[in-house]
């Protein structure tokens, strides 16, 4: 089985500010972890992921991602937000044995970015 | 940039009716999924298809559900006799089998489905 929890419904930042995003997974196998965000009115467009190999993954409009295998993790970073990363974003986990299996996504974290 | 595309983007339908929701993968990608999203609650798994066959469904897919790709381009979930609780958004979802991307998956903007 698998799972994925995002602790906080919301995170607020200001603009300029660092942003995080929390995500804890639970998977049997090897973990295939992503990152997807949701514009409103809009799909869930895939911001990176990490498969193997270094534990820093660098995504989409300046986010990045740090693979830690001992706390389970997979948060999602950007050194200074900005007002259009406002958006609903979600961790998303796969069994790294199953080529092409399904995701499991957390409940998503809605990120606020004042001006 | 290639996009998976769904229509339409809201369906209202009463209930026991039957709804087809359309999708476009992305060209050249042969894996297909439908998940879906109650108001509220999290992104849910519900069929993969590929080679013209289910790979994989979870416990939603029950007998009312069905998946077809009736054509080199569209897929698409038929709910044979909707009911209240199928209220939700429906995301398709497609994957390459081969190349850089091959565990990604790409999504499309949804349909919000209504059932009245």
């Known amino acids: 089985a698998q799972s994925v929890a995002q602790p906080e419904d919301q995170v607020n930042v200001a603009e300029g500010n660092p942003l995080t995003v929390k995500c804890t997974y639970s998977v049997s196998g090897n973990p295939y972890l992503f990152w997807y965000v949701q514009y409103p009115n809009r799909g869930l467009q895939f911001l990176l992921k990490?498969?193997?190999?270094?534990?820093l993954v660098k995504g989409s409009y300046g986010f990045e991602a740090e693979f830690n295998k001992s706390q389970t993790s997979f948060h999602l970073k950007k050194p200074s937000a900005l007002v259009s990363d406002s958006a609903l974003y979600f961790c998303a986990v796969r069994d790294g044995t199953d080529s092409w299996g399904k995701l499991q996504f957390g409940a998503g974290t809605q990120v606020v970015v004042t001006p | 940039e290639p996009e998976v595309t769904q229509t339409p983007s809201h369906q209202v339908t009463q209930m026991g009716q039957e709804v087809i929701l359309r999708c476009v993968p992305i060209s050249n990608h042969l894996y297909f999924y439908w998940y879906r999203q109650i108001l509220g609650q999290k992104v849910e798994f519900l069929v993969s298809f590929y080679n013209n066959e289910i790979s994989e469904k979870s416990e939603i897919f029950d007998d009312q559900f069905s998946v077809e790709r009736p054509d080199g381009s569209n897929f698409t979930l038929k709910i044979r006799s909707t009911k209240l609780e199928d209220s939700a958004m429906y995301f398709c979802?497609?994957?390459?089998?081969?190349?850089?991307?091959?565990?990604?998956?790409?999504f499309g903007p949804g349909t919000r489905l209504t059932v009245l």
């Open positions: 990490y498969i193997t190999g270094d534990n």
């Open positions: 979802a497609s994957s390459p089998t081969s190349g850089a991307s091959t565990d990604t998956q790409y």
